[in-house]
Nanobody, 124 residues
Framework: VQLQASGGGLVQTGDSLRLSCEAS????????MAWIRQAPGKEREFVAA???????????YYSDFVKGRFTISRDDANNMVYLQMNSLKPEDTAVYYC???????????????WGQGTQVTVSS
């Protein structure tokens, strides 16, 4: 599966952004989809994931630092996954990647397919 992320940008603290990820492939609905981010000088970290039909479709998972602020969703009819980010903080600044796997993992390296990433910068 090929993934193309978009929607990043420069925003101020407290603003919102919605990231989009378009996937190619006929079996998109079966994949677990995730958003993973990497800040400068730091390792990749899990942000959120949503299960596909290979598991309990639609179940969502969040890291503690975004719970209540970010929402992941998917549109299987259009091969899209989204990350709605509200109440953004400077510490959310990172390159955000969408990724796919057969199941949800909280370990970024376990994802099989990756998009190119989109930069999110939150100014204070």
């Amino acid at each position: 599966v090929q993934l193309q992320a978009s929607g990043g940008g420069l925003v101020q603290t407290g603003d919102s952004l919605r990231l989009s990820c378009e996937a190619s492939g006929r079996k998109f609905s079966t994949y677990a989809m995730a958003w993973i981010r990497q800040a400068p000088g730091k390792e990749r970290e899990f942000v959120a994931a949503i299960m596909g039909t290979s598991g309990t479709s639609g179940n969502t998972y969040y890291s503690d630092f975004v719970k209540g602020r970010f929402t992941i969703s998917r549109d299987d009819a259009n091969n899209m996954v989204y990350l709605q980010m509200n109440s953004l903080k400077p510490e959310d600044t990172a390159v955000y990647y969408c990724a796919a796997a057969y199941t949800v993992w909280r370990t970024p390296n376990n994802y099989n397919w990756w998009g190119q990433g989109t930069q999110v910068t939150v100014s204070s």
